[in-house]
Structure formats: C-alpha cells, structure tokens
C-alpha cells in the first residue's frame, strides 16, 4: 500500500543517513527522491535505499507538487533558503540542527512556515530519547519546584569535525557553538520549560585546532583551513530570575573518551541529574536527601529515526511541531549572542 506522505531528501551525507530508518518505518511516509550535489554521494544512496531518482538540483525536489515533506540534511548555510523554498512549494520541512545559523533567519523561516500553513521542525533529536522524553515528564510533573539555575555542557575531548560543512564558516557560520551548542541547550531550556533569556555573557574562541598535530579521534589531523572556534561558555539570565551556565568544546584537555554531554537542574524543591535520570531531595522533616534514579524504559526507535517517525504522525494528526521553531529562536538567539559577546567582550541585552 502506497504511503500517505511522501518524502524528498535534500543532502545525501552523514546524517541523512540515520533518518532513513525513520522515513522507513514510519506507517506514514516513503522517500521518493533524493539530491545531493556529489555525484558518488547520490549514487550511493541510491543503491543502498533502492531509490531511483536522484538529482543534483534541489529544485527539481522543491518543485515537484508530489512531494509532501523535505528533509533538509545540508551543511547550516543551505537551510534557511531551501526551507522558505520548500514551504513556498507547500511543502512540510524536516531541517537539520541548527535549524539556521542566525535569529534572524529563523525568522525568516516561521514567516514562511506561517504564510504557507506547513509544519517545520529542527532535527533536535536528544529530545526524542527514552531518558530525555522520561525526565521531561518527571519534571513537568513539578517536583523540582521553580527551577532557578542549570548547567549544561557538551565536551568532546579530540573530537572536531573535520568536514568542510562543519569548520569552514562560509558552509557552517560557526563552530561547536551551534554545532554541538545548540543540542545540550535546546534540551536545557525544554527542560527548564523555554523561560525568556534576557542576557548572555560569552566567550566563543578556539586555543588547540591550529596547534601542530591537533588531530581528531574521527580521523585525520585538523584542517588549517578550519575557521570556526572549538570552544564556548556562556552564563545566560531569564526573565523569570533562573540562570544558565553552558560549556562546549570539540577539543578539550577533558577526561572523556568521546564525549561528555550533561545536564544539572536545580529547583526549590528539588535537583536532576541527565542523562543519569537522577532526582534529588531533601526530607526536611527526617532530615535526610532522598535520591531517586528514573526507570527509562520507553520502547522508542533510535533518536533521529523516531523524530522522522514523530514529525509525520504531528502533521497527519494536525497536532503542533515536535520541536517548535519558536524554541530553535529562542536557543539560536543565545548562541548568536555568545558570538556578539565574545565580539564586544560584553554582556549582551535581548530583546
Ligand atoms: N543531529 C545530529 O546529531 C547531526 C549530526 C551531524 C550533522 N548534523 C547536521 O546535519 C547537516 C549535514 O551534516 P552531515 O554530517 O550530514 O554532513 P555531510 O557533509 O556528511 O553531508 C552533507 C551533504 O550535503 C550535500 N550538499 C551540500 N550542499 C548541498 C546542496 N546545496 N544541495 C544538495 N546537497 C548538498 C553534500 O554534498 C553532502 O553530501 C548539518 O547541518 C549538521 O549540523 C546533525
């Protein structure tokens, strides 16, 4: 039986990969077609997933009145203007992380999402994990009370990418701020429940990529040509009085075998641990912490084939975006005030 909802891949590399799955087994959808400029990029998609057509012009994807859904799996530069694309030809957009580089083309983008009536979501797949979607139940039942302050990092120790589409800014914009940033935040602020930032303070630099023999565990040493910086921190403030400390770097002198990816909330009546799922109390009558491991145990796909599988079933149930784009806004203007503030050596005031 032919699927309801039919699916064109734009950018045929790494990540789109591990979204096939999804389309795959979602009840909903069926890729049809793919693009990728690379010609070897095509046809080995082609053979191994049996689909035929394939093209190196995105419009060929964009134009086709058949198609319902565009998964967007571009380097960061290529989203915003092959989403808006997409979603004048009246297409649903599925779009790689970040969902753009900047605000302002984030924008740009729920503009057209709202003109054309279609969903669009940022592929921010931590959010559909077994611990994660378990936390943010356990939390959104209350039992950490106003949550005031969180901290978050995403530390990689010898681990850069060494891709054109992720070191060069004319492919990228930026380095591990947006690339790996924009995962532990997004996860962050939809467990703090997306309060309003009103000021960053950060720093974006890189110290270790053009040393002589910097090298990444993915292979290789790192490109001389990469542009982007390695390393972030920010403290972030709330409208409603929390605050935020974020950490993340693709090369740092940091006891990890891969990467270190963890997140701390702490409220008036209690803290979390993720991804350990730990929450933490105090007895005030008994006088004693009472500490709590969650049981993750949800029967869910691998995380970037269940958003697939998520993101059909919320357009063909009329329900809202998975990810709304409003949280990407809200993460992406953290990000890009990490870069002013680092330009400015200021905190930067939001909006
Ligand atoms: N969610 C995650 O965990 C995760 C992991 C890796 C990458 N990503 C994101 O996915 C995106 C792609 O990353 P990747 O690792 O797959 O990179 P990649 O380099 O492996 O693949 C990108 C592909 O896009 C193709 N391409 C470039 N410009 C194109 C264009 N204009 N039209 C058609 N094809 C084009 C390239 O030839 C390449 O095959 C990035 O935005 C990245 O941030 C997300």
Not at 93 to 116: F, G, H, Q, T, Y
Not at 118 to 128: D, I, S, W
Not at 242 to 260: A, F, P, Q, R
Request: aromatic share 6%.
């Amino acid at each position: 039986m032919s699927k309801k909802l039919k699916v064109g891949v734009i950018g045929l590399g790494g990540i789109a990969n591990t979204h096939m799955p999804g389309w795959i087994d979602s009840d909903y959808t069926e890729v049809v077609a793919g693009c990728d400029v690379v010609e070897s990029t095509m046809s080995t998609w082609r053979d191994k997933y049996g689909i035929d057509r394939v093209t190196n012009r995105a419009a060929d994807l964009i134009d086709d009145p058949s198609i319902d859904i565009l998964d967007l799996c571009v380097p960061n530069n290529y989203h915003a203007p092959l989403a808006i694309a997409a979603m004048k030809a009246g297409k649903h957009v599925l779009c790689e992380k970040p969902l753009a580089p900047n605000p302002a083309l984030i924008r740009d983008m729920i503009a057209a999402r709202d003109a054309s009536g279609k969903m669009l979501m940022a592929a921010q797949h931590f959010r559909f994990t077994s611990s994660a979607k378990t936390m943010k139940a356990e939390i959104d039942s209350g039992v950490l009370g106003d949550i005031y302050h969180a901290r978050s990092w995403m530390l990689r120790r010898a681990a850069a990418p060494t891709r054109p589409g992720f070191i060069l800014k004319d492919q990228a914009t930026g380095g591990a701020t947006i690339d790996i940033g924009v995962h532990i935040l997004d996860l962050t602020l939809w467990f703090m429940g997306n309060p309003k930032p009103v000021s960053v303070t950060g720093v974006a630099r890189t110290e270790l990529a053009h040393k002589p023999g910097t090298f990444s565990i993915w292979g290789g040493n790192i490109p001389k040509e990469m542009d982007v910086e390695e390393f972030a921190t920010a403290f972030v403030r709330f409208e409603n009085g929390s605050t935020l400390i974020l950490e993340v770097s693709w090369l740092l002198h940091h006891k990890t075998d891969g990467e270190d990816m963890q997140m701390w909330l702490y409220g008036t009546e209690g803290g979390i641990h993720w991804p350990q799922n730990a929450v933490y109390h105090t007895d005030l009558v008994a006088q004693k912490h009472v500490d709590r491991l969650l049981t993750d145990n949800l029967e869910l796909k691998e995380a970037h084939a269940q958003e697939c599988i998520e993101f059909a079933e919320a357009i063909l149930q009329g329900k809202p975006s998975p990810v709304p784009a409003e949280h990407s806004l809200q993460v992406l203007t953290i990000l890009d005030a990490v870069y002013t503030s680092q330009q400015t050596g200021r905190e930067v005031l939001l909006a």
